[in-house]
């Protein structure tokens, strides 16, 4: 609208203008051209009416023209203008938006301020008009709120106490809606009496225009009566009351914490007012605020507002002022709690202790307001604590002179020491002690205290029965007096112009007299009392007991060096025994000494020594007596004899008279030569008797008990001595039983200790090495082996079953050992290790096994397997080789028969070597048996030269054979020609070619001598040994087949016969071979 | 034609080996008695010497020795024909230079091929 109004009023006001400049403009212009051409016309005047037309035609024209340019340029300007005045435009719209945002209440609104002319002032006054109405708005608002959130009711009243207004918390409270209270008068709201009080009061504050609590209780909605605190304060308007605010509060816990408040005030004052102690509670000034009735009691009238040290101390000024100590002064200064115990004086003049407690009361800041005393009377209680402590330091006193006496053994320590305690305790100033010298009547000070040597001098010797010292001596009685130098009783005396005021004077007694005096004295006046009078008396006595103790210890002492030399001597006596019955082997001659040196050190007439035997029968081992024979059987057992019994018992037993009754036998040579008492001592170790010595006297002997002890000590030497002797003896034998065992074996043994150190060996050992038994023990083993170069096997072989038996696993090696002797032998060694009872090893023991019999054994195997194997393979090759030809038809039919023959003969040649080796086999095992049969000698070498016919032509050899005196011979004959074969066979094979072979039969006692003799190859001497051993094969074995068993069968066979085969011969002449059989026919 | 001589104290295996290289068309010479063995050797120098190990008086290895101690001779391959089965027998056996070394049982026909083998590649 604005705009509008303003554009129209524009367009107006142009229009207006226009008009108002355009008339004019053109009328004032056809004025000035028309004068123009007047002007030009009056110089050149028109010639025609033409031209005067034309002129008329033109001003119309001319007017015709500046018209509409006018309203051009006008137009043109009015649109300048407008577009000039758009910003005014904007302001406006702005103004205008402000206006309406706040008419809708919205107050946040901010204009645009654009330029810098009067619309932007009037803007920015619009934009500060609208933030100071938000501002308050806001302020208005808020104040609202909080009267709406106030938890307490409040009321608005207005001049004629009427209601104008209440929150909300009104409402809540009391019941009341707010269209009901307002216009309520006010005292509508209260029962009669609390209108009464605040009519009154309201009169009276409204017109002094002060604010006023009350505390009423006002009638809710429900009709109850509510206690509350109603605040009350004027509105002021221009200096005058418009109204009134009052805020109520709920008064009902209020009441009710009052009342709590009351009730404990009330218990807190019968609390202390029972408090059987004076309580005050005091101000700063040190007036009394408060005294409950014990305090009460103790002044006349009420203390309360008066000043403390006015009715304590009745003085006009604070004590404490006069420098004494002050409880509530303390507590002030420090705000902390504060004892004390102070001494008065009481109204008779007697002491009273109160102990004061003072404790701080703070305000709300924290500060020390009032002090609470609390005064109690102690006197009871300090007295005793101070009896309790005298007693205590009496006591102590006490406790530590007795405890000196009883460790103490110095007098001059134990007197000293005792009179500074005795000082100490009863608080004197000195003192002395004197003794009495029993001899001289008189006594001497010898220990002093507190006075000068000068005095003591002065003083000199007392004589008994003279001055307090010297009457105490004779009498024994305790004198004190608390100040001598008044004291009537004494007339004369030393201490008396001395300055000693108290004075004590007290026995020092011993078991059955007086030693000594002690005295005491101090510079004042000392009022002994009865209690420190018997505490001195005991001290004296005690003191007198440790004296005559200390006599008695050194009079011990004396006694236990005497004691002590002796059983040095004792010891050394012992020692000597111990050190022989330790070292000899030969314990009969030891225990013989032994007991003789008992013997003479207890001067006994006889003594003996009797064992036990395992048949619990008593021997004699030894005596003194040297006549007697040793082992002799002296008690069978069940005879009741005096060593018997005191063994049984295990203790030593003396007898006075061995004798008198017939408690015990007694063997003659006892009986006999008159010993009278006897001491036997027995000897054991742990539960066993070992045996039991004796001592004899001709006459009574009393034995003491270090004695007996010493006698104790040495029987159980003796025992051990006589088990270990024993034990030895019997380890001896078992030792000797082992070591023949270990001699005798063939195997080297060596024994070794843990560091391969010899220590035995054996006879075979011995052998072995060439090396006995005393040179090679502490050797190494290996140095024992060293003679030869070829044993570093045998080294080798030992170190290692050592080093395994020591680590306790036990080994062997085989391996070859050159003996001294130069031998080869073929031994095993065997490491076993020694190990002791817990399982350690102590040493090694070693085995040296010779087996070379095995291994010659072995070898003979091995080579008979090959031999076999050879045997068997020659006539395998013309069986297989042949066959192999017949079938691939190598041959024509001729040569196959040939070739059938021998393969036929060489199975046949199999056969019998299997039947050989079954024969030996058979005999071997013993299941072969003889079938014995009269045989004709000459038949049988008939037979025999038949057979070996073609072997013969082979070498161009004869055999000759001869018999001689015997006919028949009974034997079993398939055997014997087997031998007879075999050995003529061997004479043939290892001979020449045309060796001669003589066979003679001989008769013999009751048997055959058959010899088969050759002039062949001989048999080395090596080969000699081993001929009839099992598949031995000699020299010629290399060249001849043969199985090794030939000779070995013909020697069983002659040994199943029950003969011999006797075999010589010499290398390179010949072999004579000779069988002897038994006649079977005649066994 | 390849002279073979072999030498054993068996006679039938002599006869055997004969037969079986006189089939194969070698000219065979037999010796039994070892201790003329070198001299037959010398006088016939063959081609191949087929020996046994164990035989009376001079043994197969001896034979064998001599024979490659002998310059003339040494060249000659031999046989080693022999029962001892053990490996030691048959490295000495190759000690002292056999070349065949052929355990007892043997195979005739195994004999000849080896025989033919050794011959034709000293032909060779």
């Known amino acids: 609208m604005v705009r509008t109004k303003i554009i129209y009023r524009l367009i107006v006001?142009?229009?207006?203008?226009?008009?108002?400049?355009?008339?004019?403009?053109?009328?004032?212009?056809?004025?000035?051209?028309?004068?123009?051409?007047?002007?030009?016309?009056?110089?050149?005047?028109?010639?025609?009416?033409?031209?005067?037309?034309?002129?008329?035609?033109?001003?119309?024209?001319?007017?015709?023209?500046?018209?509409?340019?006018?309203?051009?340029?006008?137009?043109?300007?009015?649109?300048?203008?407008?577009?000039?005045?758009?910003?005014?435009?904007?302001?406006?719209?702005?103004?205008?938006?402000?206006?309406?945002?706040?008419?809708?209440?919205?107050?946040?609104?901010?204009?645009?301020?654009?330029?810098?002319?009067?619309?932007?002032?009037v803007t920015r006054a619009f934009n500060e008009m609208a933030a100071s109405l938000k501002e308050k708005t806001l302020d208005l608002q808020k104040k609202n709120t909080y009267v709406d959130a106030m938890l307490d009711p409040l009321w608005v009243v207005d001049e004629m106490n009427r209601v104008a207004d209440v929150n909300p918390a009104f409402v809540r409270l009391f019941g009341y809606s707010r269209e009901e209270v307002i216009g309520a008068s006010v005292y509508d709201f209260f029962d009669e009496q609390n209108v009464g009080i605040i009519r009154n009061q309201l009169l009276e504050r409204t017109e002094r225009k002060i604010a006023s609590t009350y505390e009423v209780s006002i009638i809710t909605r429900e009709g109850t009566s509510m206690p509350v605190l109603l605040s009350g304060s004027p509105i002021l308007e221009e200096g005058r009351v418009s109204g009134k605010i009052g805020i109520f509060k709920d008064f009902r816990e209020q009441q009710g914490f009052r009342r709590e408040v009351e009730q404990s005030r009330d218990y807190v004052e019968t609390v202390v007012n029972s408090i059987e102690d004076q309580l005050l509670v005091i101000d700063k000034e040190y007036r009394i605020v408060t005294a409950n009735r014990r305090a009460l009691e103790h002044v006349s009238g009420s203390p309360v507002g008066q000043y403390c040290y006015l009715v304590s101390h009745d003085m006009n000024k604070p004590c404490w002022a006069d420098g004494h100590e002050c409880p509530a002064q303390s507590v002030f200064l420090t705000g902390k709690n504060f004892r004390t115990t102070h001494q008065h004086t009481g109204s008779g003049g007697e002491r009273r202790f109160h102990e004061i407690v003072a404790t701080p009361i703070r305000d709300a800041a924290g500060n020390v307001s009032q002090v609470i005393e609390l005064i109690r009377d102690v006197t009871d209680r300090i007295s005793h604590e101070e009896e309790i402590f005298r007693k205590n330091r009496e006591l102590v006193a006490l406790n530590s002179i007795s405890g000196l006496l009883s460790r103490s053994l110095r007098a001059d320590e134990i007197f000293m020491n005792v009179l500074d305690r005795m000082i100490e305790m009863i608080k004197m100033d000195g003192g002395g002690i004197f003794f009495i010298d029993e001899l001289k009547r008189d006594m001497v000070c010898q220990y002093h205290r507190g006075i000068s040597e000068e005095y003591i001098r002065m003083m000199g010797r007392i004589r008994m029965g003279e001055d307090i010292p010297g009457k105490v001596a004779v009498t024994g009685q305790i004198m004190t007096t608390s100040d001598i130098s008044k004291d009537t009783r004494i007339e004369r005396s030393l201490m008396k112009h001395s300055g000693m005021k108290g004075y004590c004077c007290l026995p020092v007694r011993g078991k059955e007299r007086i030693i000594g005096v002690f005295c005491l004295f101090s510079f004042k006046p000392h009022y002994f009392t009865e209690e420190e009078e018997s505490i001195l008396n005991s001290i004296g006595e005690m003191t007198g007991i440790a004296l005559e103790n200390i006599k008695l210890y050194e009079k011990m002492r004396d006694m236990y060096e005497q004691q002590r030399k002796r059983r040095d001597d004792e010891h050394g006596q012992l020692l000597a025994l111990t050190t022989k019955l330790g070292s000899a082997v030969d314990l009969r001659y030891v225990i013989g000494s032994v007991l003789e040196l008992i013997r003479n050190m207890f001067n006994a007439d006889f003594s003996w020594l009797l064992v036990r035997?395992?048949?619990?029968?008593?021997?004699?081992?030894?005596?003194?007596?040297?006549?007697?024979?040793?082992?002799?059987?002296?008690?069978?057992?069940?005879?009741?004899?005096?060593?018997?019994?005191?063994?049984?018992?295990?203790?030593?037993?003396?007898?006075?008279?061995?004798?008198?009754?017939?408690?015990?036998?007694?063997?003659?040579?006892?009986?006999?030569?008159?010993?009278?008492?006897?001491?036997?001592?027995?000897?054991?170790?742990?539960?066993?008797?070992?045996?039991?010595?004796?001592?004899?006297?001709?006459?009574?002997?009393?034995?003491?008990?270090?004695?007996?002890?010493?006698?104790?000590?040495?029987?159980?030497?003796?025992?051990?001595?006589?088990?270990?002797?024993?034990?030895?003896?019997?380890?001896?034998?078992?030792?000797?039983?082992?070591?023949?065992?270990?001699?005798?074996?063939?195997?080297?043994?060596?024994?070794?200790?843990?560091?391969?150190?010899?220590?035995?060996?054996?006879?075979?050992?011995?052998?072995?090495?060439?090396?006995?038994?005393?040179?090679?023990?502490?050797?190494?083993?290996?140095?024992?082996?060293?003679?030869?170069?070829?044993?570093?096997?045998?080294?080798?072989?030992?170190?290692?079953?050592?080093?395994?038996?020591?680590?306790?696993?036990?080994?062997?090696?085989?391996?070859?050992?050159?003996?001294?002797?130069?031998?080869?032998?073929?031994?095993?060694?065997?490491?076993?290790?020694?190990?002791?009872?817990?399982?350690?090893?102590?040493?090694?023991v070693c085995l040296i096994r010779d087996i070379s019999r095995e291994k010659e054994i072995d070898r003979m195997k091995t080579d008979i397997i090959r031999s076999v194997s050879h045997e068997f393979r020659t006539p395998l090759s013309a069986i297989v080789g042949m066959t192999e030809m017949i079938l691939e038809g190598d041959l024509d039919a001729q040569k196959d028969k040939l070739y059938l023959q021998t393969i036929l003969s060489e199975g046949m040649r199999l056969s019998d070597m299997v039947s050989d080796l079954l024969s030996i086999a058979r005999i071997e095992s013993g299941m072969e048996t003889l079938r014995p049969e009269v045989l004709d000698v000459a038949a049988i070498f008939e037979e025999l030269q038949v057979s070996l016919e073609s072997s013969c032509k082979k070498k161009n050899a004869s055999i000759r054979c001869e018999v001689q005196g015997i006919k028949t011979f009974t034997a079993d004959g398939s055997k014997l020609k087997q031998v007879l074969l075999n050995v003529i066979d061997n004479s043939l094979m290892y001979s020449d070619s045309g060796c001669l072979v003589a066979v003679t039969a001989k008769k013999s006692d009751n048997g055959?001598?058959?010899?088969?003799?050759?002039?062949?190859?001989?048999?080395?001497?090596?080969?000699?040994?081993?001929?009839?051993?099992?598949?031995?094969?000699?020299?010629?074995?290399?060249?001849?087949?043969?199985?090794?068993?030939?000779?070995?069968?013909?020697?069983?066979?002659?040994?199943?016969?029950?003969?011999?085969?006797?075999?010589?011969?010499?290398?390179?002449?010949?072999?004579?071979?000779?069988?002897?059989?038994?006649?079977?026919?005649?066994? | 034609m390849s002279k073979v001589i072999v030498i054993d104290d068996e006679p039938f295996i002599l006869m055997m080996i004969e037969d079986k290289l006189k089939k194969a068309a070698l000219e065979v010479v037999t010796i039994r008695e070892s201790s003329t063995a070198m001299e037959v050797i010398r006088r016939e120098l063959p081609d191949l010497v087929i020996l046994d190990w164990m035989m009376p008086e001079v043994s197969g290895i001896d034979i064998c020795r001599m024979l490659k101690q002998d310059e003339t001779l040494k060249q000659i391959p031999v046989f080693m024909l022999t029962a001892k089965g053990q490996d030691a027998d048959e490295q000495l056996g190759r000690q002292i230079g056999v070349e065949r070394y052929i355990t007892k049982p043997f195979s005739p026909k195994m004999l000849l091929e080896m025989v033919q083998e050794t011959l034709g590649n000293d032909k060779s």
């Open chain 1, 613 to 844: 035997d395992s048949g619990d029968n008593y021997r004699l081992r030894a005596s003194s007596s040297s006549t007697d024979l040793e082992d002799r059987m002296l008690y069978p057992r069940g005879v009741s004899s005096l060593e018997g019994y005191t063994a049984d018992k295990r203790t030593p037993t003396v007898i006075a008279d061995i004798r008198a009754g017939s408690r015990f036998y007694v063997p003659d040579e006892i009986g006999s030569l008159g010993y009278q008492s006897a001491l036997a001592v027995p000897m054991h170790i742990g539960e066993k008797t070992v045996g039991v010595f004796t001592l004899y006297y001709r006459r009574t002997r009393d034995f003491r008990d270090e004695e007996l002890h010493f006698l104790r000590i040495i029987a159980n030497m003796l025992a051990v001595s006589l088990e270990r002797y024993d034990s030895y003896v019997r380890s001896i034998s078992e030792k000797g039983i082992a070591t023949t065992i270990i001699q005798s074996v063939v195997d080297g043994i060596v024994t070794v200790d843990t560091q391969g150190r010899i220590i035995a060996i054996n006879r075979a050992f011995e052998e072995m090495t060439a090396m006995s038994a005393d040179e090679a023990v502490g050797l190494t083993v290996c140095d024992a082996l060293r003679y030869t170069r070829e044993n570093l096997d045998l080294r080798i072989a030992f170190g290692e079953c050592l080093e395994s038996a020591l680590s306790g696993e036990s080994i062997n090696r085989g391996v070859l050992m050159t003996t001294a002797a130069g031998a080869q032998l073929s031994v095993l060694i065997t490491g076993t290790p020694v190990l002791d009872a817990g399982g350690a090893v102590t040493g090694v």
């Open chain 1, 13 to 121: 006001m142009f229009l207006v203008f226009a008009a108002m400049i355009t008339i004019p403009l053109t009328f004032t212009v056809i004025t000035q051209v028309n004068k123009m051409i007047a002007e030009e016309e009056a110089m050149r005047p028109p010639s025609d009416r033409e031209y005067e037309n034309m002129h008329h035609v033109f001003s119309s024209r001319l007017l015709g023209q500046i018209i509409p340019y006018s309203f051009y340029i006008l137009i043109m300007a009015l649109m300048l203008s407008i577009f000039l005045s758009r910003k005014m435009l904007i302001s406006l719209k702005e103004l205008q938006r402000g206006a309406k945002s706040i008419r809708e209440g919205n107050l946040d609104v901010v204009l645009r301020i654009s330029g810098d002319d009067e619309l932007a002032a």
């Open chain 1, 1008 to 1083: 055959i001598v058959i010899t088969v003799k050759d002039n062949g190859w001989g048999i080395s001497a090596e080969d000699m040994p081993h001929l009839k051993e099992r598949f031995y094969r000699g020299r010629h074995g290399e060249k001849i087949k043969g199985t090794g068993l030939g000779l070995f069968l013909c020697n069983e066979i002659i040994r199943l016969h029950g003969g011999t085969m006797d075999i010589r011969s010499t290398f390179g002449t010949g072999t004579e071979v000779t069988l002897y059989l038994p006649d079977r026919g005649t066994l």
